[in-house]
């Protein structure tokens, strides 16, 4: 004989597998969220893990080259370029400086991308440039060619080594152990801008050595402005260097016109687009 429930065991029931439905959906949760922190937490600590394997391969490949190049402090005997009339001005203070020299022989022979050599004082830069046909392969390749989300120190696709443009400009990402760019960091620093001997940045090619002298050091926020590599006539390009200028937060006043030949050092302050920038401008310059 069939078995009727009355109304309070009906509802009873009901209640009770209302009770199963909420635990057995509060397990599923529990188990979804459980799952989320642990790949949340695998996910972080196999990023952690490639940064710090990204970071050793490039101070391995930094350090392997150290060793192997050829670099020596040169005469400072050179050609002026673009120099003041003003003999009391700071240019003649940073022509004397003699010339760092790099031989590109081995440098090459790794890597045919390599067109030169970067020196900053006081900096951890002391690097090989290489350049290619875009500005995205060198954003995930270290210096022999593997993938390395550290990257390398590169050269705007759209300059050219041996004929500078009105600016060339040259990028690398700022690692927190400050290899590559990473140290460029340190030139916002008062007591870096402190010493008037920072103020040069050398730069080493096949067929020359080059000095130039920092005019402007600036945090700004992404932009195509500052990498500007050339300009169709001389007012634009003095507006432009008057913008650069303005933007300088050193205690610098060096001299700049639209005859001169500007460097660009440019990589990232923060995660949000930052930039920091260096900007120089060719002084001298020695045929090897």
């Known amino acids: 004989m069939k078995k009727y429930l009355t109304i309070e065991e009906y509802y009873k029931t009901q209640s009770i ?3 199963r439905n909420k635990k057995t959906k509060g397990k599923i949760l529990t188990y979804i ?4 922190c642990l790949s949340s937490i695998i996910f972080s600590l196999y990023t952690i ?3 710090f394997y990204d970071n050793s391969k ?3 490949i930094s350090t392997e ?3 192997n190049i050829d670099t020596k402090s040169s005469s400072s005997e050179g050609k002026l370029v673009n120099p003041p009339r003003d003999k009391n001005s700071n240019y003649y203070y940073y022509a004397k400086i003699p010339f760092y020299e790099v031989s590109l022989a081995i440098l090459l022979a790794k890597n045919n991308d390599t067109v030169g050599f970067i020196r900053m004082r006081n900096t951890k830069v002391n690097y090989p440039i290489v350049q290619t046909t875009d500005n995205n392969y060198y954003l995930k390749h270290s210096f022999d060619k593997t993938e390395n989300k550290a990257g390398w120190i590169f050269m705007d696709y759209r300059n050219d080594i041996n004929n500078l443009k009105d600016n060339t400009i040259i990028y690398g990402h700022a690692r927190l152990d400050k290899t590559l760019f990473g140290s460029l960091k340190d030139t916002l620093s008062p007591s870096w ?3 008037k001997d920072n103020y040069v940045i050398f730069l080493s090619t096949l067929k020359e050595n080059m000095i130039f002298q920092i005019f402007s050091i600036y945090t700004i926020q992404k932009e195509g402005y500052y990498i500007t590599t050339n300009f169709s006539n001389k007012t634009k390009k003095r507006q432009w260097l008057k913008t650069m200028k303005e933007r300088n937060i050193a205690q610098i006043d060096t001299e700049v016109n639209e005859n001169d030949k500007i460097l660009t050092l440019s990589t990232c302050q923060n995660n949000q687009g930052g930039r920091i920038v260096i900007q120089a401008k060719l002084i001298k310059v020695q045929r090897k």
């Open 17 to 19: 597998k209302k009770d």
């Open 33 to 36: 969220i459980m799952i989320l």
């Open 49 to 51: 893990l490639n940064w």
């Open 58 to 60: 490039t101070r391995q």
């Open 65 to 67: 080259i150290d060793k």
């Open 193 to 195: 801008q402190k010493n």
